[in-house]
């Protein structure tokens, strides 16, 4: 059975950082995507990451978040750098049914999805 599951949230000031941890169960090495939804938003993405570790991210996180993968614990990892209040939301990752040697960054595309976890950024 698939499962995934975020961790590593919390609270934080402007300027700060924290890193994200998603461990995914049941899944054939692959994709592997993050998306937030912020306060009275819409569900976006963030960045996502290839089966061959190609990161992909958004215009407005370019830069300041990277993602990357340990293959022996089948964790994905958002580290998240000069977070602004913007950035405050429930964040999710998320995995595709199929297999796909390049990463997408589109809600319809994915088929499992995590809990989410609370990012607070504020003074």
């Known amino acids: 059975q698939v499962q995934l599951v975020e961790s590593g949230g919390g609270s934080v000031q402007p300027g700060g950082s924290l890193n994200l941890s998603c461990v995914a169960s049941g899944l054939h090495r692959g994709t592997i995507g993050w998306f937030r939804q912020g306060p009275g938003k819409e569900r976006e993405g963030v960045g996502c990451?290839?089966?061959?570790?190609?990161?992909v991210f958004e215009d407005s996180f370019e830069g300041r978040f990277t993602i990357s993968k340990d293959h022996v614990k089948d964790t994905v990892y958002l580290q998240m750098n000069s977070l602004k209040p913007e950035d405050t939301g429930v964040y999710y990752c998320a995995a595709p049914r199929k297999f796909y040697q390049y990463c997408p960054l589109v809600i319809p595309q994915y088929d499992y999805w995590g809990q989410g976890i609370q990012v607070t950024v504020s003074s």
């Open positions: 990451i290839s089966s061959a570790d190609v990161s």
